[in-house]
């Protein structure tokens, strides 16, 4: 019939192309060969669009004016095209077929859709394709993933696959595997750090030794401190003294092989008369000692040991020979530690300090011409060697300037050193000491006189009275002899600038009884000068 209109079949309406479709110019009835496979049902339901009347392309055949080209496939040998994939397309309970004879010369053949170029079309515009795939196998997956209405000239497969199967596992298996290794770092920093920190804390993971030099038996130089030490400290002893109200700490030394031993008086003074006194050598070794003699006046004492050999005097020096800055070394037992080394420098000399009056009359009072240094003294270094270069004794240290007083020097005070030390010279105490050893008691050089010791004025005067409203100067005494009159000002001794009452008898205390001494006065405005020779009185 020919009325204008395309012939050949009409196409259904889907919304896209259904597998296992016959080919374009292929009546729907012809019934499927052996090499083809029988068409499924087609879904039934509405049409997505109206009937075209007139057939338009893509949903109709192929017009006029778009031939299809020809394809060309394998043919067997009496002719019939064969589909490269029609016995793996063939349904799995499919009914045999008899072979049917090769259709018409005029239907063209079906292209195959693994020969088919990459998005090629037919003549109509409609994307070439192969049989769909049978019961119980996959779809084509260029059928599942076309989109007719998607962007055209894109392809008709997606790259890769699927989306929501392997590309999401890979994710997270990469995303395991990560947090996979990062836990195994932080446990193996954990593992590192803990073992690190043990090596640390332990030594390493072998013995550690250190170098060290070896031990060496070299003397020290004579006159370094360690060689001074080494030969004085054998001679050094600790006194431990107790009595019936008091006790106390002390040092001494040892003045010749009979057991002889200088300290100072306030040292053995809580002894008593019936205290007990106890000394300690620098061997560890231990003696009773007995009291010899004492003298408060110059703070001196003697005592002795008996029954002990060995004993190894300290030599003596000569305070005059002295000068300020010489090095010194102290020894003794500050707070009861024996054998303490100390070393400084001497100071300044002929320093005037007076210690002691805890009695309150005065009788406890010690004047001396002292030796300063800065070798630390603290309580317990009393009664011990100074000693210069040579381990000789050059004074005997007696007191310490207290900070917390500020009252002047204190003998036997509790505080600290504060590079304010005062010793006795060993010449004075060399003298004290025969005495004390000869006799049992020391003498004391007097001129004869009573000091006003509330004068304030620069000077030493003599006093308007004396003891018991007697006379201030001595009948036929030293000063009487020499001219010196109640009220006189004293203001030098051989040269020396006196400027108090308490120097006064410090500097006449530096010398012997029997000694000529020039003295230098003021007497109404008037400077005079006097010569006179010591007196001597017994001390106490």
């Not at 209405?149 to 596992?169: C, D, K, M, N």
């Not at 040579?390 to 005070?413: L, M, P, Y």
Request: glycine share 16%.
């Amino acid at each position: 019939m020919d009325d204008g209109k395309p012939t050949g079949p009409q196409a259904k309406w889907w919304s896209r192309p259904t597998t296992g479709r016959p080919g374009r110019d292929e009546p729907e009835s012809v019934a499927p060969t052996a090499a083809q496979e029988p068409q499924p049902a087609r879904p039934s339901g509405p049409p997505l669009h109206e009937p075209d009347a007139y057939s338009t392309p893509p949903y109709g055949g192929p017009g006029p004016w778009a031939p299809a080209p020809p394809v060309q496939r394998p043919t067997p040998a009496h002719g019939t095209p064969v589909p490269p994939q029609a016995a793996s397309l063939a349904p799995p309970q499919a009914t045999p077929v008899p072979p049917q004879s090769p259709p018409p010369a005029s239907v063209p053949p079906q292209s195959s859709p693994e020969q088919a170029p990459y998005g090629s079309t037919d003549g109509a515009g409609v994307p070439l394709a192969g049989p769909g795939p049978g019961p119980g196998e996959q779809r084509s997956s260029q059928w599942l993933q076309y989109d007719p209405w998607g962007a055209p000239g894109q392809p008709l497969t997606q790259v890769g696959p699927a989306a929501g199967t392997e590309p999401g596992r890979r994710k997270n298996r990469r995303g395991g595997a990560f947090a996979g290794a990062l836990l195994l770092a932080l446990v193996a920093s954990g593992i590192g750090g803990g073992v690190g920190a043990y090596i640390e804390r332990n030594g390493g993971l072998t013995t550690v030794e250190l170098p060290q030099a070896s031990r060496t038996t070299t003397d020290r130089a004579p006159e370094s401190v360690a060689g001074i030490a080494a030969s004085a400290l054998p001679s050094v002893v600790t006194l431990h003294v107790s009595g019936t109200a008091e006790s106390g700490t002390g040092t001494g030394f040892v003045l010749d092989s009979r057991g002889h031993i200088l300290t100072n008086n306030h040292v053995v003074a809580p002894a008593g008369s019936s205290g007990d006194i106890t000394v300690t050598f620098s061997s560890g070794e231990t003696a009773a000692a007995e009291l010899v003699g004492k003298d408060s006046g110059y703070d001196l004492a003697v005592v002795r040991v008996r029954g002990v050999s060995g004993l190894k005097p300290l030599p003596l020096g000569n305070s005059e020979n002295v000068q300020v800055g010489d090095p010194v070394v102290a020894i003794g037992a500050p707070f009861d530690l024996s054998n303490t080394v100390t070393s400084g420098i001497i100071s300044a000399k002929q320093r005037p300090i007076t210690a002691g009056g805890e009695k309150g009359d005065g009788s406890d009072i010690s004047y001396v011409d002292a030796l300063q240094t800065d070798a630390p003294i603290n309580p317990g270094n009393s009664g011990g060697p100074l000693v210069d270069t040579q381990a000789h004794v050059i004074g005997i240290n007696s007191a310490i300037r207290a900070a917390d007083s500020g009252k002047g020097t204190e003998r036997g005070g509790q505080s600290g050193s504060i590079g304010l030390g005062f010793a006795i010279p060993i010449n004075q105490g060399k003298r004290v000491a025969e005495e004390l050893i000869n006799t049992g008691r020391a003498t004391h050089p007097v001129i004869g006189v009573t000091l006003d010791m509330k004068f304030t004025g620069d000077g030493a005067k003599v006093g308007e009275k004396g003891p018991e409203d007697g006379p201030a100067v001595t009948k036929d005494g030293p000063a009487a002899k020499a001219g010196i009159r109640s009220g006189d000002v004293i203001t030098a001794v051989q040269g020396q600038r006196v400027h108090s009452g308490e120097e006064l008898i410090v500097k006449i205390r530096a010398h012997r009884p029997g000694d000529r001494l020039e003295l230098r006065l003021t007497r109404g405005g008037k400077e005079l000068s006097v010569t006179l020779t010591l007196g001597s009185a017994s001390g106490t």
